[in-house]
């Protein structure tokens, strides 16, 4: 089990410190999960590529001290893509909002999710767009407040881990800020895991989501992320009762498939092509 | 000598420009291309891949190119309009890439399988911002080729998106042609003497390396990549310095090819496929006596201003026969004004000029501009 | 019966008819044949939106210098496999010049240089409907003499898949008797 607390100062870049985050802002939460994740890897950083959307979540490739791209609204899955693609030895990680995945990039992360292709997704879920201010997003909760959804939420959400699971992610789990020893094993488990990996993380916007929805101080807002999950993944058994109004979170699929590097390699092996994955 | 298609001409080209990576999403009529890419590339140990779309083509291409490939894409009008947001991205991180459209008529779905000229704008200016751009085109299967394999030399040492225009008839066109065989399959060497802290600005291009630690962004940066601090200067001057490169090496980028202008007394400025008529227009004008030529303008952005103004200086008017409603006119007839008066010709209706039609308005271009100069006499 | 026509340089020549008859690969055979025989060609192809069953048509332009413009507005040799290629491209040739019209297009009565012949029919005795193309280009060429005959053939095998050039090569033979038939020596 990684450990928390050690010095990752190595993994991060100095010189873009301190963050764009708001204080109480569950992202850097995060972002320590990954350098903790980064530390128990044990590859070396320029075998590391970390790639960003746009949002407050898309400027986490500015904090490591690794090759970075901080892309396109919701596309990073395609220049990621591309990237893998070029160096199929790389690690490349990529970290989306909600509405970076699920709204404007939903084709690119289902379409990525269907290849199988060696990412890892980091899907930090804040419930509302953080950066232009509080708009509604795919996954604001019914009747819940955004600044583009004054009078309370009329649509329904999507959920991440059903829509991966659909689109035939072979890595999928769930977690919040609160859980802070779950983060890096999780985030761990999805890097290592060869083939496309979603990790989706609930996380505090206490600027927007918490104020507009009255949800109190940051650790309140951690108080409310433990208090509506619970622990139901593909081995944890639970009633339909105990469900009811909960998130569940845990690991809900990890699984070997072909993989997308190693199928087109075998295709080109098979035309006489020197490309490896 | 081989019957070729303009399509395949581009593949051959881009494998001769060493092309080792193609991202695409179908469209007619540049499909052709991709489902080239996808029989050539794996037995050379490049990279083919489909994608959901034409923006996440585009992406991954751009991600290719940090990766160490030449990397390219096809489409057209449609899937153009959709990528203008990654080539603002591809200009804005200096990231070198090739896109090859095929024009069709628009707006919107528009006749899909019939020619059109109606992206030499968008090309130039599509994407919001500023950037610079280099545009060419191609009236032939040998200059598709041509220019497709010189588009991945300059994509590398400017850094830029460079974009080549053909169209539906271009693409489907078949001619004889003499091509080389393809190369082998291209590999990039990083000069060893190379300033990783500086990846940007007047740098060259170095993809993602184990001893670099780059941030690629699309946000305002200096060449450190660095987007805190005074970037709106560094930034505007990374692109300034662009431009500069560009006006600097202008001789080197802008082609254009010259037919029968030698005495010519009127002038006929034409690109991509309409040249072709442009040029057998020539042949009937001067069967009937007058002294007419063709500039043909194969690179158009930069837009080739003292290349059409010494022209203007030697003709007494230019026509311009283009399959938009008057698009490339617009740079031109600025470059010449006060010098000579142009006409245009203009069509959207996903049919060719004739070589005719060009001679009837160039015919009576002339003679409306010799009875203004007689008013004004 | 049909004078010796008079080959003009350069010789335009458009095929027509729906999408799914060949008429694609029937002009990027005599294309190709053409080049066998040293010369420039340019060859265009035009389809509606969808590429199977719309309107098809493809146009040859064949010299022995380099080519400027690239299509054909009024044809020296027509090829015409459907009714609403016929209505569109009939009357799109230049005087003295020839068509030949498939006889289950139902035109009402051939006009000065059309020649109705039993394309289709003649490619069905042969077992396969899709060879009308090849038959076309058969009796195109004993008319005209477009391009050498040789040249077709080895056109032929150049483009078809080896499965197919049997069928291809008897459809093409078919097509030169149907032709020769109309034509008068000179």
Known sequence: MPKMGEDLHQYLRQQMMPTVWCPGCGHGNIARAIATALEHLGTDLGQVAILGGIGCSGRTPFYFNTNAMHTTHGRVLAF???????????????????????????????????????????????????????????????????????????????????????????????TTTFDFAEMPEYILGAIRHPGFAVVEILSQCPTYFGRLNKLGDPPDMLEYERNHTIVADEESVISRDELLGNLPVGVFRQEIRPEYTHQYADLCQARGGAYRA | MRLVQGNEAVVLGALAGGCNFYAGYPITPATEIMEQMARVLPARGGVFIQMEDELAALGAVIGAAWGGMRAMTATSGPGFSLMQEHIGYAAMTQTPCVIVDSQRVGPSTGQPTMPAQGDVMQARWGSHGDR???????????????????????????????????????????????????????????????????????????????????????????????????????????????????????????????????DAAWAVVSYGITARAARAAVDILRGEGMRVGLLELISLWPFPEPTVQSLARQVQGILMPELNLGQLILPLRAAVEGICPVAGLGRADGELFTPEEIANAMTSHSTHAERRVSHHA | MHEVFQKPDPLRIRLSGRGGQGIILSGVIIAQAAMNGGQFVVHTQSYGPEARLGASKSEVVISQREIAFPEVVLADILLCLSL???????????????????????????????????????????????????????????????????????????????????????????????????????
């Open chain 2, 132 to 262: 610079p751009a280099i545009v060419v085109t191609a009236s032939s299967v040998k200059d598709a080729y041509q220019m497709t394999q010189l588009s991945f030399e300059w994509a590398d040492t400017y850094r830029l998106p460079v974009i080549v225009l053909l169209d539906a008839v271009l693409s489907h066109m078949r001619e004889n042609v003499e091509l080389p065989p393809a190369p082998p399959p291209f590999s990039r060497t990083l000069s060893p003497d190379v300033d990783v802290e500086k990846p940007f600005g007047n740098h060259p291009f170095v993809p993602f390396a184990e001893t670099t630690r780059t941030i690629v962004t699309g946000l305002a940066h200096d060449e450190t990549g660095a987007t805190r601090g005074t970037v709106g200067h560094a930034s505007e001057k990374i692109i300034r310095d662009a431009f500069n490169r560009l006006n600097h090496d202008y001789a080197a980028i802008t082609q254009y090819r010259e037919y029968r202008l030698e």
């Open chain 3, 84 to 186: 609403d290629a016929f209505h569109k491209y009939g009357t799109q040739v230049a005087s003295h010049g020839l068509s030949v019209v498939d006889d289950l297009v139902p035109i009402e009565r051939p006009r000065e240089g059309q020649i109705v012949l039993p394309l289709r029919r003649t490619a069905r005795e042969l077992g396969n409907e899709l060879t009308a193309n090849i038959v076309g280009i058969g009796t195109v060429i004993a008319l005209a003499e477009i391009v050498e005959i040789a040249h077709v053939r080895q056109a032929i095998k150049e483009w078809v898949k080896p499965e197919f050039h049997m069928i291809n090569l008897q459809a093409f033979d078919r097509g030169l008797q149907l032709g020769g038939r109309f034509r008068v020596s000179a």
């Open chain 1, 80 to 174: 990621a893509t591309g990237l893998k693609l070029a160096n199929p030895r790389l690690t490349v990680i990529t970290a989306m909002g909600d509405g970076d995945a699920l709204a404007i990039g939903a084709g690119h992360f289902i379409h990525a999710a269907r290849r199988n292709i060696d990412l890892t997704v980091i899907l930090y879920n804040n419930s509302i767009y953080g950066m232009t201010g509080g708009q509604q997003a795919p996954t604001t909760p019914f009747n819940f407040r955004s600044t583009t959804s004054p009078f309370g939420n009329i649509e329904p959400t999507f959920d991440t881990v059903d829509l991966a699971l659909a689109a035939g992610a072979t890595y999928v789990a769930r």
